[in-house]
Nanobody
């Protein structure tokens, strides 16, 4: 099992910045990738940014150039630096880790609210 605990959400004005953190614990040694997803009210959960075990990253088009995903392996922590925030970035942000074997196993954090005021 993998446990994920997010922190860093909050209320920020448009144009501001926030950094989310996700502390991972448990059986983390076979994680293939991690990422940040978000879900706004009435919308489906969507991938915001992902990073593979090899360090490759990808971003949703809507956040490219504004958000940066990174990780600190010594601290077993995943980060999402969010800049130039917009009201449409308002959502619950979830940390995800996945393992690939015969099937994909997904692990989720409890989520952290990000609210961007205009």
């Amino acid at each position: 099992q993998v446990q994920l605990v997010e922190s860093g959400g909050g209320l920020v004005q448009a144009g501001g910045s926030l950094r989310l953190a996700c502390a991972a614990s448990g059986n983390i040694f076979s994680i293939n990738g991690m990422g940040w997803y978000r879900q706004a009210p009435g919308k489906q959960r969507e991938l915001v940014a992902g990073i593979t075990s090899g360090g490759s990253t990808r971003y949703a088009d809507s956040v490219k150039g504004r958000f940066t995903i990174s990780r600190d392996d010594a601290k077993n922590t995943l980060y999402l630096q969010m800049s130039s925030l917009k009201p449409e970035d308002t959502a619950v942000y979830y940390c995800n880790a996945h393992k690939l074997s015969s099937v994909r196993l997904d692990y989720w954090g409890q989520g952290t609210q990000v609210t961007v005021s205009s």
